[in-house]
Nanobody
Framework: QVQLVESGGGLVQTGGSLRLSCTASGRFSLGAMGWFRQAPGKEREFVAG????????NYANDVQGRFSISRDNAKIAVYLQMNSLKPEDTAVYYC????????????????WGQGTQVTVSS
């Protein structure tokens, strides 16, 4: 049983920062981990991803330069540092894992966390 546990969400003002964490446990084949978000009434969208072995990074256009994804191999953890937050970043943020390389389609990820709420006030 694979378990992904996110933490670090909360309420922050426009321009503020938050750091999300996601720790994995269980048995799995780890190729990539990613962060997605889903705002009310919208589809789940890709935010950032990291290929585990190469550590190559991918970002959605609207977070490039503001968000940074990183990993800790010893802890099997992935982090999302979010700076210069905007109200449109408000969403539930999910951590996800897949065997293959990073892709932006959430349907191709096998394992998901429960989500953590990020709210950015204007």
């Amino acid at each position: 049983q694979v378990q992904l546990v996110e933490s670090g969400g909360g309420l922050v003002q426009t321009g503020g920062s938050l750091r999300l964490s996601c720790t994995a446990s269980g048995r799995f084949s780890l190729g990539a981990m990613g962060w997605f978000r889903q705002a009310p009434g919208k589809e789940r969208e890709f935010v950032a991803g990291i290929n585990w072995l190469s550590r190559s990074l991918n970002y959605a256009n609207d977070v490039q330069g503001r968000f940074s994804i990183s990993r800790d191999n010893a802890k099997i953890a992935v982090y999302l540092q979010m700076n210069s937050l905007k109200p449109e970043d408000t969403a539930v943020y999910y951590c996800a894992m897949r065997r293959g390389l990073v892709v932006s389609d959430p349907r191709l990820y096998e394992h998901w966390g429960q989500g953590t709420q990020v709210t950015v006030s204007s």
